[in-house]
């Protein structure tokens, strides 16, 4: 079936440092691929998109570019910042589906 | 938009219990999902609804069950509460097609902690 696997966690960087958090995916066909955030006691807010192979999605500083080639979908990020400290979740939706299928979660801590 | 809004935020119930969870949608989203997240893990897709009809199952027991109302809001039921259904459930809606989450991914709540003691 479906399914999301993740960098191992938690990860914890400097401010300013350069992040990245590692996402492959297993699918058929072109699943459309998402990065969420939780931040502490709060739902799933989406951070970016890609519903096509070499999309880049991008927001708030984050970029991921949908590599089908590699099945990744690497979350980046240039100058981190502590506001930046939550759980990201790599997800994916195959075509014709119902549901999001999300990888574990990787915790970020930013320290000042 | 009025996002989705879960209630209640917290909840404690003992083994054995029943609990229902509510959610309203986001205006104009007609396809709403209930997702279960464990403590340190991803969400588990629970099932679907698109115009109150159910649109897809996961792997969950029939002691989970739901319902979707016109006015876009929603339940998710749970009978017989085992100590394992302690987790944050999470309720999502999105616009459109069936199929809402290819394409647009979805709009979630902040979730109803539900603890089994």
């Known amino acids: 079936g479906d399914s999301v696997t993740q960098m191992e966690g938690p990860v914890t960087l400097s401010e300013e440092a350069f992040l990245t958090i590692n996402c492959t995916y297993t699918a058929t066909g072109y699943p459309s691929l998402f990065w969420y955030v939780q931040y502490p006691g709060e739902g799933l807010q989406l951070l970016l998109k890609a519903t096509k192979a070499d999309d880049k999605g991008s927001n708030k500083g984050f970029e991921a570019t949908y590599r089908k080639e590699t099945t990744s979908f690497h979350l980046e990020k240039g100058s981190v910042q502590v506001s930046d400290s939550a759980v990201y979740f790599c997800a994916l939706s195959a075509q014709g589906a119902q549901k999001l299928v999300f990888g574990q979660g990787t915790r970020l801590t930013i320290n000042p | ?117």
């Open chain 2, 1 to 117: 938009e009025t996002g989705v809004t879960q209630s209640p935020t917290h909840l404690i119930k003992t083994r054995g219990q029943q609990v229902t969870l509510r959610c309203s949608s986001q205006s104009g989203h007609n396809t709403v999902s209930w997702y279960q997240q464990a403590l340190g893990q991803g969400p588990q897709f629970i099932f679907q609804y698109y115009r109150e009809e159910e649109n897809g199952r996961g792997n969950f027991p029939p002691r989970f069950s739901g319902l979707q109302f016109p006015n876009y809001s929603s339940e998710l039921n749970v009978n017989a509460l085992e100590l394992d259904d302690s987790a944050l459930y999470l309720c999502a809606s999105s616009s459109g097609q069936r199929t809402g989450a290819f394409n647009y991914g979805y709009t979630f709540g902040s979730g109803t902690r539900l603890t089994v003691v």
